[in-house]
């Protein structure tokens, strides 16, 4: 519960007032919640109730906020929010803690708390009932300027009961770019319009002076006028619903079941700590090219720390912020509590309010990941927060992966990918409406591999359950669109004991409007970091095929399967790179990508590599040099697979210049060993992590599991056929490095790194 | 009371073939009916459960079954079990998919929502421990072919007859016997996929086939090819079942053709409705909510919301006008498609959901968990020792604990309130609860999730449930539906006479003979009342010539009914808009606004109109009703009820931390058309009973029916 101050602010509330204000740098609240005296908070709680009222009420609420979603889906225009469910709705205390959240895009879990406590502290004489308050200011709570808040607060008597809210993307508010991810954007007046807090329903009514100058700032304004009818409707419909609770069991019972259910959430998460040691987990990932013609590289960090029953992360060593690939820190806190609320607490069906008051946050300002006021952040909904999803995704699997508990163990997931790939045109389309159009596919998804099994290829996003992937006819109904094919990648999931789910690859070319595409994929690096020496998944990337002789093709009765063997010319892309031009003789491709995978290739039992070969899922190439597995006839040879699979640790260690036979992988754990996966062995009485196949020490229990591991460091165009070479959109050097076992060239971790920059610290457990 | 059928009275006669029992009713030109209940028998293709349920019910009306075949003029019946089942067991036919080249991924894409289709909210952020299902149809056994056509159905690449014959040899030669084709925008030229047809019955004449046009004509390739794949994959078993069926219907001397139940609340000839088996999934639901329809009629009603709580499953349906609510999409186990179907919602609540505690709040839950039919309630003495909802209803004194389940033989359970008191003890205890408040807590409980989901269901589209009345039926409905209808604030629930216990039967008896048509049309505004007239001009022009070549359209001029699907533009979510039979005049188009306006601003507010967006019309749909006029004048039966003894009571038990009261015992005949009793009391119906809390008050009308209404 926010602890509601009276008294004075110490010196360093003051302190963190001044600095994290909203206003230079991201809003943070203070730790107490300061309530102008306007404001009356409904406070009144029964504190005795009995279980079966709780669970009456507690579906009860469950169901307004699931019922707010419903009306939003049927009332929207935005295909983002309808199709990739890119919206969430919530029930917030009046305190701003969080208490439901819907099955929708989870990482806007992270700041509509914060922003309902920036409209009491800086708004709170003015909350009234009746009236609804419109945000998008990134710097107070939004994940990105098309990322709209509407909170509306819930009024019992002339005490404050709760607020309900939603937050939608809209299709386009504005901005360099149609559909306002503002690739070119050089700072914060690129972007579309922030608006801080502002009150858009008065008295039931919706302000005309403001609602015109919102949709002013939308290429589509009649779309997001639509947009905020159902936003407004939806809320309505769970006021009134929480309203008629109140009347029902008592506004006291209600607010009762309420803090239940936030206790037993925090309850919940402590408990489930309590199976893990200490320790700290750690992520790095880089982002190419900062804006439009840039060609630079810069690196993320995210460390997790878990001490006693806290976490707290950080972004230690994150670059400063540059270009239009920041994100400020509510989107930052988002994608950590939408790892915690889905990886960690599915059972709570989203009361995710508990668990985020064991959490903290050491950002350090100016950051890419915790940016300031003035800098660009409107792209951040492709870039910046699945950047960020995928590396908190990555810590907190780690973090689970050295559960002593099975059942959380088994709730690590390897991640999806670090960038949304999409392409996003507009024009005119058939029937000769402006258009912004973006292709959704990616939502189709891909699953990570998890400790026991593979990911799967079109299996929705984790971050966003009831996502669904858009119909070819839906798309080419609406846009000039003609699609050639949509398909399974193969060789897109992380090769690893259990491969990560493949990603797919679409062909398609312009057909009877006119169209120009602003957002395409053209990635130079990994972003979703294979678990335990597995491979990352694929990176995105756009084929632009100009004068091709499709048409003739088409005539012709070829519908190709590929780009491969059209002629024309091809295009050379740049991420985040200028408009692509296209006309009649255009062909597009592009992919969305795999998800990692988990643990070394070389464990991964050969039929499997045979079945996905036989099924198309990986190339010969890969079943030969990442898995190692000789097939003759389709059929696994076992004793060629075996020297196959000792020659390639035999030339990672060569690599890494050890030139030596790989030791025998014949080291028997003792039962009762603590182990982090099937790979590394705690050995409490040697005081070392040792490779659990070959016994080799990789560090000391009170450093980390990397201390003393074999680096091999080679090109990033060789991790595999679905990755190329950086150099094309980025300038300074970045090198692929294998961490490997000194012993037997056992693989415990891939990164992408800066020659110059230490290895990612894994693991780091504090034996108690 | 209704007397017997008289002898020389024409009949009609209606089966619902369900997991547990086939139920029949019959119907004579008078309106009186009877019924009877048979064990389903799916090891004989349901034959035997099919003709005992007839028997059953001639021996109610009064005469020997040969006789019934004489005087039968029309049978109706419906697969929906049969080919549910062959979907549900996986054990259909080998199915060959032929779609358009480049798209042969999307049946396995499922769009990405394979893991959380037909998942309880429970387990939607479960990630890890959901998983995709196997496809339905293997990845090798779908076959793209070279062929495209454009959103204005314009071929953009001609069909490849000589690959596409190569594909079709191969997959025969690789075992198929049914074939599914879907092939991007057939909705808008059937062409491709009409040759195809031509192409695979030349080189496998035996095979079953199926084109997705014909099954829907709506946008969105995935959930067609899921409709046309699911047609082929229960196809070949569903005809063989109905072959034999008509095969021993001809035998015993019934000289009428079958009439099929289909999901969208009418029925076809036998022939017209052989080559579409998935029209009949769903289709025995959708029977009840067509009682419904009917019975609201009869009633005064116009809003009703229909609910069926089952052992496993709470099915919920909307009449507004008289009208059921059209549905969006159906779901069957992990896969969603859209043809023209009347909806029916279901989620996992019933007499089996089990009650279990929540650790990290300390509080009762009940579902999603069930203990269906296998073991059942603990009460059932087959192995259960979860608590469930038919636990804590017979601790209560809801249901008569000497009830008896199941028709005969070891089928038949005996409830045990010893095994029902000592399942529910187990959550009572660690809660420091007595059992029968523990029973309440689970009855209150189910009943509150049951009201939550009729108030997403009815507000989710923009109604408000105090407008509506509640019909109740199934095994566990009447039960439960005091609880239910009061959290809604709902003034007057219908429990039916005890046809209620046939409910859907009973429905399918009533429907009339229904053809439907599609166009998917891409009108924007502006738009002319001629551009609205020719999509249905063309698909009415079917309609006369389908309804006229069939065994019922003889001379028969079909009422025609129009709707048209309208939303705003770039909305992905549409109202049906009734739109005037017949030539359209200028007015047609204003007018078609302002309904779309006035549903619109009635389910969503005044404010959430907005006059500046484009509409779009999205589709037109025509049907062609062909009454059947059948009409039942009662829902009771002759010889269906008895009385309690005089003066029976039993303790019920209504409060938490109060005791039990003692409750008046009714039957149904205790209770005759006019009379009233107020609660408390419980009114035990075969397989079911009627809760009657402290100051309700349930009114018998003159059809049999049961009305309920809350004081206050």
Redesign the interface.
Known sequence: MAIIESTAPSDAEREHRKYWNGVDRSFIPAGTLRVPDGLKLHSEADTEIDPITFEVVRHSLWNANEEHGSIITNLAVSPITLETRDFQTAIITADGEILFFGPYLQYLAGFMDMVVKFIIEQRGNDVKPGDMWLVNDPWIGTAHQPDVNLLCPVFVGDELFCWVANNVHQNDIGGTVPGSFCTNAQDAFWDPVSIPPCRIVRDGEIQRDVEDFYRRQSRTPVNIALDLRACIAGNNAARDRILGMAKRYGAATVKGVMNGLLDASQSAFTNLLETIPDGEWHERCYQEVAVTGDRGSYRIEMQLRKEGDRLIFANKGTDPEVGAINLTFGAHRGTTLAAINVLVLAEQMGVIGGAARQIDYEPESGTITCCDYGVAVSPAGVYANELMMAMANAVVTKMLLCSSSEAVRAKALASTPGQWHLHIHAGNNQRGAYYVGPMLDAIIGTTGATATADGDFANGVWWIPEGRGPNVETYERDWPILYLYRREDSDSGGAGRFRGGNGGRIGYIPHGGEMGVGVYPAEGLPKSPGILGALPGSIGETVLLQGSDIRAQLAAGNLPSSVEGLTGTRVPTQGKGDPLLVDDDSVMEWNWGGSAGYGDPLTREPARVAADLAAGQISAEVADREYGVVLVDGAVDEAATQERRTALRKARLAGAGIDREPAARDFSVADGTTMIGADIALDQDAGTYRCAYCGDRLGSLDGHTREHVAVWEHAVQEIGPRFSDPSQYIDQELVYREILCCGCGHRFGTEVSRPEDDLVVDFRIHAS | MASSIAPDRSLIAAVDIGGTFTDCVIVDDEGKVAYGKSLSTPADDFQSGFFGSLEAAAAQAGYPAEELFERLTRLVSHGSTVATNIVVEERGARVGVLT???????L?????????TGEP??N??????T??PTPIVP?DRIRGV???V???GTV???L?EQQLEAEVRALVADGCEAFAVCF??SIQNPAHELRAREIVRRVAPDAFVTVSHELSKS?????RTVAAVINAFVGPKTSQYLTKLEAQLSKLGFGDGLMLMQCHGGMVPLEDGKDRPILTIGSGPVGGIVGTQRLAADLGFRDVIATDMGGTSFDVGIIKDLDPEVAEGTTIGKYAYKIPAVEVLSIGAGGGSIAW??????????GPQSASSNPGPACYDRGGVEPTVTDANLVLGYLDPKAVFGTSGDRQIHPRLDLAEAAVRRVAEP?G?SVT?AA??II??IN??MA??L??VV??R?FDPRDFAILSYGGSGPLHAAGYARELGVEQVVIPGEVASVWSAFGIGLSDVRYQQEEDC?L?EPFTSADLQTPFEAIEQVLREQVAASRVGGGVDPQLVRHARVR??????ELEILVPAGELGEEAVSQLRAAFEASYAGR??A????P???LEIVSVTSEAVVSTGVQAVSRTAPGATDRAPDGATRTVHFE?GEDGVEAAVLRSDDLQPGQSVTGPAVIDLPTTGIVVPPGTRVARGDGGDFIMTFGG
């Open positions: 358009t080249k480049g798209h042969e991924d999307t396995i894409m499922m769009r990405g929502l394979g893991r959380v909210p429970e939607l952020l479960r990630v890890t421990e998983r995709k990845r070279s062929e495209r454009d959103s204005a953009v690449v001609e490849d991007l925008w946008v969105g390739e995935y959930e505690i929540d650790e990290a709040s300390g509080t009762l839950r009940v809660l609860l408040d309440l807590g209150e409980i509150a999730k939550n989901v108030e997403r507000v989710g923009g891409q924007v705003y533009e770039w909305q992905r979510h969503y507010g404010a959430a109109l907005l500046e967006a484009n938490r």
